[in-house]
């Protein structure tokens, strides 16, 4: 967003609490009568302003694009830290609340709302995300961020990277970087008692560059321009009464790509007539849904839920040309734009009924249909394999999709100590324009619920499923032949089971325990090509020890383990070859708060976690397996608050991270280290970072 609405946004925000202030002072004025004192059980016991202003300074050691991944703390250095929490009431109803964090950082968040309590609300926000893309990367393109990258004059083309003799000295840093920044405003009137309308509006904008690759005979990795635009309009009128609800809403977003395409020097230079490189980008399209949803409770015992909505997606970029290859630039395109239309769930209604059958057994069944109706024209393209010869015309698939949701569960409480529950659910999908047109799945689950005792409590739960899909026949368009014998994991026959198991104990009223195991196993035995087996195991230990009201001291240790095997061919006379994936997480962490006395408070909390990846090929070659893949962080936070006086106080946080990443894919090939692909010499991050923050609170 630019300076000029950057400022407007925030001279709103300024100026909202005197709006509203002004409003309370109009309102009393229009009154003949003695003002009426609004009552609320719920609200806040106390009138006038109330708040706290933090203001100080914080220093980070060292510069890191990782650390700084989303709070805005990526460079070595000293800067202000301001936030602050405001609030207002008065006994007539009137009220406002602000918050505000990191309002000099690149992670600001700004929000406010106020009105009168049972009439209107009126909201305002700012919100500025920043995302890491890439680390170490450089890269020898001049005009970064631009929808156009050129090359150095002196730039020598070379058929291979460790040929390109200017190139370590073309090199330059590439921030890959995101920064979201979000507008919110919106407000909410209630009227004729049971009756309200909200209308809410949100502007993103995310710029910034990621990387893209592309190429001819061999391939780049370039920074791509990011600069995007979604608006959003959210409106809805809602209806509440004793006995039910009913909102009809209306959405519409639009998206806007500022850049349609990217143009980039071919650095390899092998044919003049490939000297240009020209890819398309995120292409503008617009989303409309009406939806209608309410509940309603017939008598206590049965309530019944739905909701239907009537959505419309569109795009209708200008197509760019097939190739920047003079010798099929002029091929002429099917038609100007793809003029794609999608209307998603069209028929989308879900339902909810809820019976209380009796004090002991309640009874529910829901269902949901969903259709995903695609409209784009059909048409037939020549695609331009690698910019340098045409490949056979194909058709686009437009594929569309409709879907069943079934199911019912029970629920009993056969004792005190004892509950029980199951349910069994179907799961129906029809596709065009796929391999597999059908797919039916079946599940079943029980779960019991058991107090041994007083202070404990099991839980257990399993859970069954079985998908069957109908036969695999590609569709017939000249498009991309997968192997006959490939069966994709989402549509393919599968046999699936889940175990839940649960065990929460308080040996001590300050002393809990909860101990839990999850187990799934999934089997696509009638999959000679494609994934396999999987399984997941994954256990956590929980721990929270109470030491009277003012100190709590907590543990977990969790660990998750997936492995999977997946078969391949090359061709369909090669013999299969084998891919086995093993992944390991495991994560400990240990913290206290503790509140000193009424005017200090403390708290620690560190955390470890570690990751690792194993991928094993097993071929005729007998190859060794990749190197692991490995991630390990490191993280310390600790913070002291101390009020000093009634409207004085002082707060100290530090934090220390330390992460270190290893990938094979990645790590010590810098940019020329394939001679066919020049790349932007990503490394894996590995850093240590403080973070240290001094801050005076004035509290009013």
């Not at 569109?314 to 040309?321: G, L, M, T, V, Y």
């Not at 809820?354 to 020549?382: C, H, I, M, W």
């Not at 007998?622 to 106080?649: C, M, Q, Y």
Request: proline fraction near 4%.
């Amino acid at each position: 967003m630019n300076k000029l609405n950057r400022n407007f946004g925030l001279s709103i925000s300024a100026l909202l609490p005197v709006l509203l202030l002004s409003a309370q002072g109009a309102s009393a004025q229009a009154q003949d009568t003695e003002p009426k004192i609004y009552s609320c059980k719920q609200c806040v016991q106390y009138t006038g302003w109330r708040g706290i202003l933090d203001f100080g300074l914080y220093y980070v050691s060292d510069d890191s694009l990782r650390f700084g991944d989303y709070r805005g703390l990526e460079e070595e250095g000293y800067g202000a830290a301001i936030d602050g929490d405001v609030h207002f009431r008065d006994l007539k109803g009137w009220y406002f609340d602000l918050y505000a964090s990191n309002l000099v950082l690149d992670s600001r968040e700004l929000d406010m709302r106020g009105g009168k309590q049972d009439n209107f609300e009126l909201r305002f926000g700012w919100q500025e995300i920043p995302k890491y893309r890439g680390y170490g990367a450089a890269t020898p393109f001049l005009g970064v961020g631009s929808n156009n990258l050129t090359l150095p004059s002196d730039w020598v083309y070379a058929a291979t990277t460790d040929e390109m003799t200017a190139l370590q000295s073309s090199l330059a840093a590439a921030k890959l970087k995101t920064q979201r920044e979000i507008l919110d405003a919106g407000g909410t009137v209630k009227f004729g008692g049971n009756w309200s309308y909200k209308l809410d509006y949100q502007r993103q904008d995310k710029m910034g560059t990621r990387s893209l690759g592309g190429g001819i005979f061999n391939s780049a990795l370039v920074p791509a321009p990011v600069n995007y635009t979604t608006d959003i309009i959210d409106t809805a009128l809602s209806w509440a009464g004793k006995r039910g609800q009913f909102q009809l809403r209306y959405l519409v977003s639009s998206f806007e790509n500022k850049n349609s395409s990217l143009t980039w020097r071919n650095p390899f230079g092998s044919r003049s007539v490939n000297d240009y490189i020209q890819p398309a980008l995120e292409p503008g399209n617009d989303f409309y849904q009406l939806s209608v949803g309410g509940a309603f409770a017939f008598t206590p015992r049965i309530r019944l839920s739905g909701q239907a909505a009537w959505g419309s997606f569109s795009q209708n970029e200008p197509f760019i040309a097939y190739s920047t290859n003079p010798d099929y630039s002029a091929i002429p395109l099917p038609r100007a734009s793809l003029n794609g239309k999608l209307d998603t769930s069209v028929y989308n209604v879900s339902g909810k009924l809820l019976a209380r059958l009796n004090n002991r057994l309640s009874f529910t069944v829901r269902g949901k249909f969903d259709e995903r109706e695609n409209n784009t024209p059909v048409e037939l393209y020549t695609p331009i394999k690698q910019d340098i010869f045409p490949g056979g015309p194909r058709y686009n698939r437009p594929y569309s999709y409709e879907r069943e949701q079934y199911s019912a569960d029970l629920r009993l409480r056969m004792h005190s100590s004892i509950r029980l529950s199951g349910g069994a659910g179907q799961n129906n999908i029809e596709r065009s324009l796929q391999a597999v047109e059908t797919s039916e799945e079946t599940s079943f689950w029980g779960e019991v619920k058991v107090n041994p005792t007083y202070s404990s409590q099991l839980r257990v739960k399993l859970e069954s499923a079985d998908r069957d899909v109908s036969d695999y026949l590609q569709p017939d368009d000249d498009g991309p032949v997968d192997h006959p014998l490939m069966r994709k994991f989402n549509q393919a026959d599968r046999e699936r089971d889940r175990l839940l198991l649960e065990l929460d104990l308080m040996p001590l009223d300050a002393f809990g325990i909860n101990l839990s195991y999850f187990k799934a196993e999934a089997d696509y035995t009638d999959s000679q090509i494609g994934l396999q087996e999987s399984v997941e195991d994954s256990y956590t230990i929980n721990l929270n020890y109470a030491l009277g009201s003012n100190f709590n001291i907590y543990a977990f240790l969790t660990r998750e383990d997936i492995d999977a095997k997946l078969l391949n061919a090359t061709s369909v006379t090669a013999v299969p070859w084998t891919a086995l994936t093993s992944d390991e997480v495991a994560t400990e962490g240990l913290g206290m708060s503790a509140h000193i006395n009424e005017n200090m408070s403390m708290g620690l909390d560190l955390i470890s976690s570690e990751a690792r990846g194993d991928i094993s090929v097993q071929t005729e070659a007998d190859e060794d397996p990749f190197n692991p893949l490995r991630t390990k962080l490191r993280n310390a936070k600790i913070h002291f608050d101390h009020e000093v006086s009634e409207n004085w106080g002082y707060k100290l946080y530090a934090e220390y991270e330390n992460y270190k990443a290893q990938d094979w894919a990645i790590d010590g090939l810098g940019v020329d280290g394939i001679g066919s692909v020049l790349t932007m010499g990503e490394q894996s991050p590995d850093y240590s970072v403080w973070y240290f923050r001094v801050q005076a609170s004035y509290r009013f």
